[in-house]
């Protein structure tokens, strides 16, 4: 009996697949141990869309509730027509203002005030005021005082009364000299005031927010009494003008 011998050609030619390599490599370790990937969806357009949502409804809300307060506002000033307060220096007795040689600022006026409401519904409110009388050329304070707080009704004039001290105050040398020269003008000594104060208004039921307001009244001018007699100061040019003072608008009439 003859023997087979089967050469590797031949078998290679039968269809028979070689058995894979032995021990495994990296690569197919590392495919078998290799979780199936799958992309994941994308979340951020939503987010961006959503952000985009919450800004436009965020600007129509604010836009509509400001032309709700505007047609507010508007309805409000054509039923009630509100007008500003008016001031003005109706007189003003000065009985001492003198420099002493020590700079000591030595004042005694009495200054009467007249403010008006104008308006029908409308009332005003006023906080305790400040007062000063400055000198219009040098800005020196020549005396302060102060009016009480008071309810200022519709269609009414109140008289204000206040007398303005100098509490002898020491003035710097260049600012006493500057006063001396100015009180022995003949012309008289133009002065300013300003009144600084808080009001609220109060329409019916309804009450506005404090706001600050300065009334600045410029156009005085007086003279130095001689001896005991005083003299009065002299108002007829006075103007005023009031600046409502907000923390962000100043509103100036």
Not at 96 to 119: D, E, Q
Not at 217 to 233: D, F, L
Request: some cysteine.
């Amino acid at each position: 009996m003859t023997d087979k011998v089967f050469s590797p050609s031949k078998q290679a030619t039968t269809g028979t697949v070689a058995n894979p390599s032995f021990p495994a490599t990296k690569a197919q370790l590392y495919g078998a141990t290799r979780p199936l990937y799958r992309p994941q969806p994308k979340r951020h357009r939503y987010r961006r869309s959503c952000c985009c949502s919450c800004c436009i409804w965020t600007t129509v809300t604010i836009f509509v509730l400001v032309l709700l307060a505007a047609a507010s506002a508007a309805i409000l000033y054509l039923v009630y027509r509100p007008h500003r307060p008016m001031f003005a220096v109706s007189s003003l007795k000065v009985t001492a203002l003198n420099v002493t040689s020590s700079s000591k600022l030595i004042t005694n006026i009495n200054l009467n005030v007249n403010a008006k409401n104008p308006n029908k519904k409308l009332i005003y409110m006023y906080d305790p005021m400040a007062i000063s009388l400055i000198t219009t050329q040098n800005d020196i304070v020549v005396g302060v005082g102060s009016f009480g707080s008071f309810v200022h009704g519709t269609k009414n004039n109140t008289l204000l009364k206040a007398a303005i001290n100098g509490r002898n105050k020491e003035l710097d040398d260049s600012s006493a000299g500057k006063l001396r020269v100015a009180l022995r003008s003949k012309k008289g000594l133009p002065l300013k005031m300003k009144l600084d104060t808080k009001v609220k208004a109060k329409i019916g039921g309804l009450k506005t927010p404090k706001v600050g307001i300065r009334v600045t009244c410029e156009g005085i001018k007086v003279t130095v009494p001689k001896e005991k007699s005083a003299t009065i100061g002299s108002t007829s040019n006075a103007k005023c003008k009031i600046d409502f003072r907000v923390k962000i608008w100043k509103w100036t009439f």
